[in-house]
Structures are given as C-alpha cells and as structure tokens.
C-alpha cells in the first residue's frame, strides 16, 4: 500500500487541493544514481524503486516490463518479438501484462506510487510500421492505416480494462508522440479524424473508475490542447518550455488540467550544481501557489546527467517547497 501522506498529496494535487508539498513525478534511468542508494549487489527494479524513494519522488510515470538482459542476435531477437502486434491482445496476454505490472508496483511502495502507462495508439502504428512507413500509406493507403489506428486503439482500451478493473482510482499516462520540438508531428484535422473519438471511449471507461488519465508527449502540442480537454484528458505531461509548452498560460486558458511542469536539468544553461539549485527553487517558488501541479525533470534522468545535479535537484526542490509552504 502507498504510504497515507503520499496518497494525500497525490490526490489533493489531482484534485486540485492544498498539499504538504509540491508533489513530484519522474523517470530515472541512471546507474550512478541506483549505485549511490544501493552500493552493493547487483541493480534490479527493487534497488532502481529505492532510488524513487529516498529521493521523495512521489510518482513514478514509467517503468518497462521486466526483462532479461540481452546482447547481440538475442537482443534484436527480444526486440522483435516486444514489438506492436497488429493484432488485438488476448487474454492471456492482458494477464500477464496487468500481473507484471502489479509486481512492479508493489517494489515501489510504500513512498513512491507507481502509474499505470501505456502507449498510445498512435504510438503503437507508427512503431509497427516505421515512421516513414506510417507517414507514405496515411495517403496511398488511409483506410488501411486506419484498420491499423483502430486495432491499436483496442489494444489501449483492453489494457485500461485490465488494469483497472480490480483497482480504482490512480494515474493512466497514455504516450503520444503529438509533437516534436516546435513541431506538430500530426496535423489538426488527421488528431480530429482518427484519434480523438477513440481516446475519448477510454477515458470514459476510466473516468467511471475514478482514474485521472494523463497524456505524455515531447514537444509544443500547445495547438491541439483544447482537443485533448474535449476528449475528457485530465493532465498534460512533460510541458517542455523550451519547445513552446507554457505552463502558466495552460493554468490560465485551462484551469481543470493537471499539470505535470519539469526542468531541464541536463542543459548547458545550468553550468553547474549552483545553477541548477537555484533554477529549481525559481520554479518551485512558481509553482506551489498553484494546485493542480506537479514537477519532476526533464527528459527525465537520464545516464548523461551527473550525479551532484540529481541530487542537488531533488534536494532544492524538497527544502523548497516545505519552506515556500
């Protein structure tokens, strides 16, 4: 079970109360930080989970199936049979899915809760075809691309059944590739046409669990915002100002989304630890007058990012928030 001060500050921010502290969300993928917390013994999950904890990260927005380190022949091998299937999942695979990640989710309690994250239907085709692919048939083929959509859809709405059939409530990141950059990387009318009724049927189903539904993507999808509000989405995840994403107008022009802010911790305009420390004690100052708001960092943490800036991240972002407050 999620401790009962976590569980708290994470409900209040979805529904846009007071917290204790500003809550955070991230995604860490690096060694040097799993050794600093666990120095002995090999890093699975359990000491990866560890990491979320002392760091007071209160969710953690994405973490991949379990899987057997692979190398060479055997890895492309694992690779191509972890692709998207375009076929619909069966049960038996919903099973093992919803099981997996249920595990998963108990290594990061009791400080950490662990969402639900799936990749979208979007995601999914153009994963399955390839980019280039995706982007020739969408015109020489569209009905056939769009078998291809609805077969992905499904697959999205089974997993959000599966999921969150025995547990109520909680975070469901759905991952699109809406943008890239400065970019739309999907034009308004092709989002209208072929992806929002869709998306609008699984959050209803969610909805009617109590379940906030989140959507994930990089770049500047500031365009076609007010289509994901129409499709019932709760919150907008990583908002990258640097592409064009501006919080504080979203908070302004959309005042039910939950919004998931974060701090390229990684750029060369943040020297060194100092500035880093100080970039984030700017934002939080921002950011806990506002409810309905998370922070975590950009990019997430990534095995480029040096160990005294995570640190000196989360533990700004900590003393911050309690002395803002």
Known sequence: MIDATVHERINAALHFRMTDRLPLCDFLDNERLFRYFSPEGTIGLAEKARAYQELGIDVC??????QVRESGLRRVIGWWHRRPRSRVLSEAELRAEVEDFRSRQRLFEPRTYLAMNVPGCLSDAVAAVGIADFARRMYSDPFDMERLIEVFAENLYLR?????????GGIFFIRETLARGREMFFSRHFLEKAWALRIRKIVDLLHQRDVKVVLHSPGNFMPVVDILVDCGIDGLHPLEAAAGMDWQRLRQEYST???????????????DVPDVVAAAMTMSAHLVANRGVFCGSLGDVTPALGLPRILAFYTALGEATVTGL
Do not use: H, N, P, Y
């Open 257 to 271: 989304l939950v919004l998931f802010t974060s701090l390229d911790i990684g750029t060369d305009a943040l020297s």
């Open 61 to 66: 927005w994405r973490c991949e199936r379990r």
């Open 160 to 168: 959000a059944d599966a999921l969150t059939r025995d547990q109520r």
